[in-house]
């Protein structure tokens, strides 16, 4: 989903009989108050449904399921308010009897110690334990405030709530994915192969295109029609494209036209591209400038038709609301061992840069000549905060896993070209131990962004994919 699509959540209110309803008035009007202030639609009973609209009774918890259902398609999260102690069993039906596999994130107000008194005593404290084991028993997930207890006009309750919108917006986002493999993996990149069918049994399709047909599409177009003028003058605006021809630039205007359009036909929220060489070699362009304006463009493009790199990059975006960009694990730096250079030839979303210019790819150069290598971005990436994530699918024990960690952007400056950066990552050795015998990919998604526990919880917890928390200590 798009990272400014507003939210919508259910909100539950639980009570009990026994305990002052009064609390559950003043705490429904405080919730609403706090999740409209951060943008989000509520869905939840009317106040004049049992006390206040809160969840005590059996029949409350069938109506509010049924509530739910009627939303069941764009409810992404369900926040459950504890103002006094709850009916754990009311709150856990309601839950069960929607349907929904959606994150749950469990609020218990704290108690003032000077209105322990009956008519105002809440006893939140030892009801969300038990909201909590009813959860558990009945198999759902759920999430927790970081205090037991917390004030929801708090400012540690707003990072909570902030962390849970996020945690949705990535699991709501990871439902029904539509990717796209443009062109045959390369031949000698066994190391981006992986398998459809895991990926569909998460709900994550594939759909694929031969090459070929992206380029009789851009072939097809010729120089004056307007959306080739029109991508022509956004390349141009893009990065300082002064050191490639006119002619260049065009036919990747052409090219960027097609693959466009064959990504928005299929509604592809990533794709991954055949970038070298057989386009080189047919068309005369790199592809990269046009996959970075996707990436920028917040459809994560990636290269060597690395399909989980794509899928990597997507949810580093739903995760953070900015691009992601995918780089090799590229080299050493110095003798630093918590350092390495990473590095693309590139197409890296040209936020990524201090400064980006359009040149030649120098790698491939060599192979296909200089005329047909044109249109890749070189820039130093800039210093600052990161996050990085790797998902492949495992075809031994049948799951996607992957590892997740974060680290700097540093402000050492190598002599060298393409997209590139110095990172430090604490316990880097490490790391690079587990990629290698994990067998992981030589690419890795990046994001500058510090999102690392929302994409722990939204994937180990809620989609149970198996991580490798690579830790800061």
Same mark, same amino acid.
């Given at each position: 989903?798009?990272?400014?699509?507003?939210?919508?959540?259910?909100?539950?209110?639980?009570?009990?009989?026994?305990?002052?309803?009064?609390?559950?008035?003043?705490?429904?009007?405080?919730?609403?108050?706090?999740?409209?202030?951060?943008?989000?639609?509520?869905?939840?009973?009317?106040?004049?449904?049992?006390?206040?609209?809160?969840?005590?009774?059996?029949?409350? /918890?069938?109506?509010?399921?049924?509530?739910?259902?009627?939303?069941?398609?764009?409810?992404?999260?369900?926040?459950?308010?504890?103002?006094?102690?709850?009916?754990?069993?009311?709150?856990?039906?309601?839950?069960?009897?929607?349907?929904?596999?959606?994150?749950? %994130?469990?609020?218990?107000?704290?108690?003032?110690?000077?209105?322990?008194?009956?008519?105002?005593?809440?006893?939140?404290?030892?009801?969300?334990?038990?909201?909590?084991?009813?959860?558990?028993?009945?198999? @759902?997930?759920?999430?927790?405030?970081?205090?037991?207890?917390?004030?929801?006009?708090?400012?540690?309750?707003?990072?909570?709530?902030?962390?849970?919108?996020?945690?949705?917006?990535?699991?709501?986002?990871?439902?029904?994915?539509?990717?796209?493999?443009?062109?045959?993996?390369?031949? /000698?990149?066994?190391?981006?192969?992986?398998?459809?069918?895991?990926?569909?049994?998460?709900?994550?399709?594939?759909?694929?295109?031969?090459?070929?047909?992206?380029?009789?599409?851009?072939?097809?177009?010729?120089?004056?029609?307007?959306?080739?003028?029109?991508?022509?003058?956004?390349?141009?605006?893009?990065?300082?494209?002064?050191?490639?021809?006119?002619?260049? @630039?065009?036919?990747?205007?052409?090219?960027?036209?097609?693959?466009?359009?064959?990504?928005?036909?299929?509604?592809?929220?990533?794709? /991954?591209?055949?970038?070298?060489?057989?386009?080189?070699?047919?068309?005369?362009?790199?592809?990269?400038?046009?996959?970075?304006?996707?990436?920028?463009?917040?459809?994560?493009?990636?290269?060597?038709?690395?399909?989980?790199?794509?899928?990597?990059?997507?949810? %580093?975006?739903?995760?953070?609301?900015?691009?992601?960009?995918?780089?090799?694990?590229?080299?050493?730096?110095?003798?630093?061992?918590?350092?390495?250079?990473?590095?693309?030839?590139?197409?890296?979303?040209?936020?990524?840069?201090?400064?980006?210019?359009?040149?030649?790819?120098?790698?491939?150069?060599?192979?296909?000549?200089?005329?047909?290598?044109?249109?890749?971005?070189?820039?130093?990436?800039?210093?600052?905060?990161?996050?990085?994530?790797?998902?492949?699918?495992?075809?031994?024990?049948?799951?996607?896993?992957?590892?997740?960690?974060?680290?700097?952007?540093?402000?050492?400056?190598?002599?060298?070209?393409?997209?590139?950066?110095?990172?430090?990552?604490?316990?880097?050795?490490?790391?690079?131990?587990?990629?290698?015998?994990?067998?992981?990919?030589?690419?890795?998604?990046?994001?500058?962004?510090?999102?690392?526990?929302?994409?722990?919880?939204? %994937?180990?917890?809620?989609?149970?994919?198996?991580?490798?928390?690579?830790?800061?200590?």
């Amino acid at each position: 989903m798009s990272s400014t699509e507003k939210l919508e959540i259910g909100l539950i209110v639980g009570n009990r009989g026994f305990f002052p309803a009064h609390l559950c008035q003043t705490g429904r009007k405080s919730l609403l108050r706090v999740l409209e202030k951060h943008q989000v639609k509520v869905v939840t009973l009317p106040e004049n449904v049992g006390k206040f609209g809160s969840v005590e009774t059996r029949q409350e /918890a069938v109506r509010c399921a049924e509530l739910f259902r009627q939303h069941r398609d764009t409810l992404a999260g369900i926040v459950v308010t504890l103002p006094n102690f709850g009916d754990e069993r009311a709150v856990a039906d309601a839950i069960r009897l929607s349907g929904l596999e959606v994150p749950i %994130l469990i609020h218990a107000w704290p108690d003032d110690e000077k209105k322990m008194d009956v008519a105002n005593r809440r006893d939140s404290f030892c009801g969300k334990i038990s909201v909590c084991n009813n959860l558990k028993q009945y198999g @759902l997930k759920f999430s927790l405030t970081g205090y037991h207890t917390i004030d929801p006009e708090s400012k540690y309750f707003q990072a909570d709530l902030n962390h849970f919108l996020t945690v949705c917006r990535v699991v709501r986002g990871l439902k029904n994915v539509r990717l796209g493999a443009l062109g045959a993996r390369p031949a /000698a990149f066994k190391t981006v192969r992986y398998s459809e069918k895991i990926l569909e049994r998460e709900g994550i399709s594939v759909d694929t295109l031969d090459l070929s047909e992206i380029l009789a599409a851009a072939n097809a177009f010729s120089d004056s029609e307007a959306e080739v003028v029109k991508a022509l003058k956004s390349i141009q605006a893009y990065s300082d494209a002064s050191a490639v021809s006119v002619s260049s @630039l065009k036919k990747i205007a052409r090219f960027k036209v097609a693959l466009d359009r064959w990504v928005v036909e299929n509604g592809f929220q990533a794709v /991954a591209i055949q970038c070298w060489s057989s386009l080189q070699q047919n068309f005369g362009v790199m592809p990269c400038v046009a996959m970075s304006m996707l990436s920028q463009s917040m459809i994560p493009a990636a290269c060597e038709v690395d399909i989980l790199g794509a899928l990597s990059m997507y949810v %580093l975006q739903l995760a953070s609301g900015s691009p992601s960009a995918l780089v090799d694990w590229n080299n050493n730096y110095r003798q630093e061992p918590d350092k390495a250079v990473i590095f693309h030839c590139s197409n890296l979303p040209v936020s990524y840069f201090e400064k980006s210019r359009l040149y030649i790819s120098e790698i491939i150069a060599g192979t296909v000549g200089k005329e047909n290598a044109t249109g890749t971005l070189y820039g130093r990436v800039k210093p600052g905060p990161f996050t990085f994530l790797r998902l492949t699918t495992d075809d031994h024990c049948g799951s996607i896993k992957g590892y997740l960690g974060e680290g700097q952007v540093t402000e050492d400056r190598p002599d060298t070209f393409g997209g590139y950066a110095v990172v430090e990552i604490n316990q880097l050795q490490s790391l690079l131990e587990i990629i290698c015998q994990e067998g992981y990919e030589h690419h890795v998604a990046i994001n500058l962004s510090q999102c690392g526990p929302v994409i722990e919880e939204a %994937l180990s917890h809620y989609r149970n994919w198996p991580l490798y928390i690579h830790a800061e200590e």
